[in-house]
């Protein structure tokens, strides 16, 4: 187990124009990653949260020595080792394919980063036999590798960067990807349980939200090279910092409203809302364009008044069912105010929900939240 720290870490690939040339100053200037401060504490469970091309695997093989940063520095328990070759840092990596030798067997996939630095057999033996029995591959330790399934390859991977004792972290890169969705859960199992036993310092790679946030004591979520907030899954759910946090996390993600401050109340499309004293007078200050936002878990949904005035001196606003979709213990419901469209998570069956039929929308003071060019006031 390992700190690994990262002081001002910044990456920018070389870019070239259309014609082949090096791309202008401005073009060039564009981070993969910026840059960032970040520690991932001994022991630690992480995971980097967000879409295809936001820095997540950059970020990964900076820490692993894959590539070298263009700035900054990387630390692993107060050592730089920005220059360091992966093979200096104790870092294992596994990646979305498996990286293992089809060729070999199973007990000797496990036993080769051992035989590598010279471990002797007995050590070897008590390790391939304690790995094997976490990952469930005792039964497939004689067979070849090239014989089993995809799952069971990725386990073999994984117990790659396992067998080592002096890992100082493992780096998983996606590695659920390939599998097939009921696998997918069983090796998220596994995956806790090994971070249990072995309280190794472990950094998960993922798109996924369901994966980061099971897996994860921390989520990082990062978008165009920037994390753009860290903490616990409950923290990222209940608290977005940001609008892209709030919408990419939650099924559906959290209902963001363009509104306007007049007279310390917000307006959203045309229908007035109240807010408090101190965030409207923050909200007084800011030049950048309001947004209200609301997860559809915390809206009620209710029958629409007679008075559609009495309605937005209630705190609520006043819309239009447009679906409904059904699924497990909730119903989702989709209704419009105005140009805006909203999502409410509906757990009693008792609340009529009609395509067509007006209604009303009360947004839990406590859980609403105000943003100012995306990000919370």
């Known amino acids: 187990m390992a700190r690994l720290e990262l002081q001002a870490v910044a990456h920018r690939y070389a870019q070239r124009s259309s014609l082949g040339t090096?791309?202008?100053?401005?073009e060039a200037a564009r981070y993969a990653l910026a840059?960032?401060?970040?520690?991932?504490?001994?022991?630690?469970?992480?995971?980097?949260?967000?879409?295809?091309?936001?820095g997540k695997s950059t970020l990964l093989n900076i820490i692993s020595g894959l590539l070298r940063p263009s700035?900054?520095?990387?630390?692993?328990?107060?050592?730089?080792v920005t220059a360091a070759p992966p093979q200096a840092r104790n870092i294992a990596q596994v990646f979305q394919f498996p990286v293992i030798y089809d060729t070999m067997t199973v007990a000797d996939n496990l036993a080769f980063p051992l035989r590598n630095r010279g471990v002797d057999r007995r050590t070897i033996q008590q390790r391939v036999a304690q790995i094997a029995d976490l990952l469930e591959l005792t039964p497939t330790l004689g067979k070849r590798a090239s014989?089993?399934?995809?799952?069971?390859?990725?386990?073999?991977?994984?117990?790659?960067?396992?067998?080592?004792?002096?890992?100082?972290?493992?780096?998983?890169?996606e590695p659920l990807t390939v599998i097939d969705p009921h696998v997918k859960w069983l090796l998220r199992r596994k995956l806790l349980q090994i971070h249990a036993e072995l309280a190794v310092t472990l950094i998960y790679v993922t798109h996924d939200q369901t994966e980061a946030l099971t897996l994860a004591d921390q989520v990082l979520v990062m978008s165009?090279?920037?994390?753009?907030?860290q903490g616990t899954p409950e923290a990222l759910f209940e608290r977005p910092e940001h609008t892209?946090?709030?919408?990419?996390?939650?099924?559906?993600?959290?209902?963001?409203?363009p509104c306007t401050l007049v007279d310390g109340a917000v307006l959203i499309e045309g229908q007035r809302l109240p807010i408090a004293p101190d965030l409207a007078k923050r909200a007084a200050a800011q030049s950048e364009p309001?947004?209200?936002g609301v997860r559809p878990e915390f809206v009620r949904l209710h029958a629409s008044p007679p008075d559609d005035g009495a309605n937005t001196l209630a705190g609520r606003l006043n819309g239009v069912i447009d679906e409904v979709e059904t699924g497990g213990h909730a119903r989702t419901v989709f209704a419009?105010?105005?140009g805006s469209r909203l999502a409410i998570k509906v757990t009693d069956d008792g609340v009529p929900a009609v395509p067509g039929a007006r209604c009303s929308l009360e947004l839990l003071p406590e859980r609403t939240i105000l943003y100012a060019g995306g990000r919370a006031l």
């Open 71 to 80: 700035e900054g520095r990387l630390l692993i328990d107060g050592k730089d």
């Open 147 to 173: 014989s089993l399934s995809a799952d069971m390859k990725q386990r073999i991977s994984l117990g790659r960067g396992l067998v080592r004792t002096d890992v100082a972290a493992i780096l998983l890169d």
């Open 336 to 338: 419009s105010v105005g």
């Open 290 to 292: 309001l947004v209200l």
């Open 224 to 229: 165009d090279g920037c994390v753009l907030q």
């Open 22 to 26: 090096r791309a202008s100053t401005q």
């Open 35 to 54: 840059p960032l401060d970040l520690v991932f504490r001994e022991g630690g469970a992480y995971a980097l949260l967000g879409p295809s091309g936001c």
């Open 244 to 257: 892209f946090v709030g919408y990419f996390i939650g099924s559906p993600g959290m209902n963001l409203l």
